[in-house]
């Protein structure tokens, strides 16, 4: 067996400079618990003098990072975290080499990962990636292991910790989205340049595409079936939820509905006294069905160097202790693809919020349009803003089918009574 | 490589039976996940002839367990449950037969466990027992596997499903002690005979003992420092908690003190709007703290054949895939004795229910010795049962050590005016 295993790592950003740290710090401890010894001999960032909060070995810096894998590492670590370009190809030409990689990257995994995962097994070498999903959260490896004769049929929580941040500051607080959005990402937990991707639901989606993967034994779907952000909740909405005992949370949810995949990432109004509603903060959680083991839950901090770190480590003990596994638990060849749910006949009932101008009349013209595509109203609040004339209507609706409700909402565009698109929260 | 593993399963009561059936429904899923072949070769219970809920092969139960061993296992699954007798003997002698052995006997494990570890490594087989903590919850490999570099420092949790059943039992339906634990007998969420080792609190902290193990890398400690049960909670216990916004948990904790190891067992107060309280009937949680990855949580169904049956088959997985591991996370070498807290140096807020006669002068009688050993009372409450003379004082006291706080509740047999040994519930 090897004596020592040679580590490189690409990418030396927030998440890579902190592992970098760990492992060295940690050196000792992991040759305790693995038998394994272990040196870290290569890293690469685009700038070499940068000021860093740790200092780096200058001897094994790499200015490109492919020439890393001319190091004779064992294990490269991919911290670069882009869906292509450089990620994707020294991944790639790691696995190829008979390198194992270990990456926090979800964009890879959740667009790349199928094909990843077949040259991984082709070279017997590992992959992986529990870091890419729920932060601290050992999820992955759960799934894989832990629950591993499980039949899973639905897995859902709360993938992204910085739009559950937001939600739960403007609930606390009361204060706008954008002041919000402004503070987080002073605190380090949104993106400062472009928290897009967070904030639409992207980032969880791709965490929902690896959990389905692992949860039900498939290729992952590269479907969207369902993907709406946060961008359009509003103060308002906060104080209705909050009178009728909700709260607001994004979701990331899968399941199998008939034997088809329904994936979806969206706003959801939760009970107060739901597990779910009281996970609030940066905190991440994942709620697993399956049988025989019943309900289980997981939660921990969902982003961060620290809980990142913590799940790159765990990676990195799975191949020192020898662990060589298929990375999405089974052969490739034995994962397929699988259908996709129609969304249109996701049935379910959902909060709708109107802003009108407030004139006689305006009312009517919406029940009477929600009417004509058979929903039907359970509760209606109408609060009116004197000062500018307008009124907010919000419409709990009873059970109804996607397909209806899509048409209605965008049948009340034409309606120059309505100011702006509907917002709308589901039910949970 | 060995291309069809041997399975052996003695005990075929609730647990072992229905494992001895999910592993035949799931051989082929098990082939598929770990490219190995399984079968069981042998069998044992007391009696053969015994109607079962699922059928067994007969040709291959034997009477006598040890006969098992001669039939060519590559692994024995212990399912009788006692913490010596047949259940030491057969696991030692199959690991001293190089058979990896899997069990869910936590009695076993927080006696023996470090001993019976030392020969699995020495032998270099598996001794895996993710069923003995946690049922379902996949908290043993979650610390050594999910989480193996932290620095953990706290671990607690709800860990008796007997209990916490009973005491949400209790709270919900106002029923008393004795009736609810019918109620759970009934349910198979007690022991039918003697539900003792529950109630008492023995069985949680079996679990703490494994559970400090695997989080500080020690020795199991065999020392009982803090161990309290539910026997002594009574309806009235409820309704102050309730009054004071609180609610009545079991918890086992144990966590590192100034580098020495404070294990405890005992009803805690704990908020009721925390996560901990929400935690309700036979569910158990665990909640890590550590660094870097901050705290964690784990729940699932704590007991019963169907989770259990999960954590089993994650330990057969375990050993399929050829992850051959120290038992305890680290080589038995490395794991040395700790030192135990003392628990008299314990500070805490307590709850402290008195049962007096109604006479004048009682009340102040407690207070003056409360006052003697410097407990000083943060709340007091007194209900008059007027139709037998009686009255029950509740004082909450402000931060005391547990060494005044024993010896203060000792000073109390003595008098009279006090009908029974005053009820302690520690504050969380």
């Known amino acids: 067996m090897k004596k020592v295993y040679n580590i490189a790592i690409v990418g030396l950003g927030q998440i890579g400079l902190y592992l970098y740290n760990e492992i060295r710090l940690k050196r000792r401890d992991i040759e305790i618990k693995t038998g394994k010894k272990i040196k870290i001999v290569a890293i690469s960032a685009k700038n070499k003098n940068k000021k860093r909060k740790y200092k780096v070995n200058k001897k094994i810096f790499n200015k490109n990072p492919f020439d890393v894998l001319d190091k004779n590492p064992d294990i490269l670590i991919e911290c670069i975290g882009n869906s292509d370009g450089v990620s994707k190809k020294i991944v790639k ?12 990257n ?26 890419s999903v729920g932060g601290g959260i050992p999820i992955l490896r759960t799934i894989k292991e832990g629950l591993a004769t499980n039949k899973l049929f639905k897995v859902y929580g709360i993938l992204n910790g910085t739009c559950n941040y ?9 204060d706008s989205f954008k002041n919000v ?6 605190l380090g937990y949104a993106e400062p340049g472009n928290p897009k991707l967070d904030l639409n639901g992207y980032d969880a989606l791709a965490k929902v595409k690896i959990l389905s993967a692992l949860s039900f034994n498939k290729k992952i779907s590269n479907k969207v079936t369902l993907m709406e952000g946060i961008e359009y909740i509003e103060g308002k909405d906060f104080d209705i939820a909050e009178q009728l005992n ?22 959801c109004l939760v009970k107060k006294n739901t597990y779910i509603a009281n996970v609030s903060g940066v905190m991440n959680a994942v709620i697993l069905n399956g049988l025989p083991v019943g309900e289980s839950v997981l939660q921990g901090e969902g982003a961060g160097p620290g809980p990142t770190s913590s799940a790159l480590m765990s990676d990195l003990l799975s191949i020192l202790r020898g662990n060589i596994k298929f990375p999405f638990g089974v052969t490739s060849k034995k994962r397929k693809k699988i259908q996709v749910y129609d969304v249109n006949n996701y049935v379910n009932s959902l909060y709708l919020r109107f802003e009108v ?50 048409k209605c909402i965008a049948s009340f565009k034409s309606n120059k009574n309505i100011i702006k698109k509907p917002t709308v929260i589901r039910l949970f």
Do not use: C
């Not at 990962?113 to 017997?124: C, P, Q, T, V």
């Not at 909700?246 to 979806?264: A, S």
């Open 357 to 406: 101008k407030d004139k006689p009349g305006v009312l009517s013209q919406i029940t009477k349009q929600l009417a004509r595509y058979r929903i039907s109203v359970q509760r209606l609040i109408q609060i009116p803003d004197n000062t500018k004339k307008k009124a907010s209507i919000i419409i709990i609706t009873h059970n109804v089918k996607e397909q209806y409700s899509k």
């Open 93 to 104: 030409k790691a696995l190829n080499k008979k390198i194992h990689v270990i990456t926090p």
């Open 106 to 131: 979800k964009a890879l995994i959740s667009k790349h990962g199928d094909k990843l995962a077949e040259i991984a097994e082709k070279n017997k070498v590992n992959l992986e990636f529990e870091a």
């Open 246 to 267: 909700l709260r607001i949370k994004l979701l990331g949810i899968t399941e199998l509905v008939n034997n088809r995949l329904f994936e979806r990432v969206h706003p």
């Open 181 to 186: 959005l402004k503070k987080a990402q002073n």
């Open 166 to 174: 937001i939600l739960s500051e403007m609930e606390k607080t009361k």
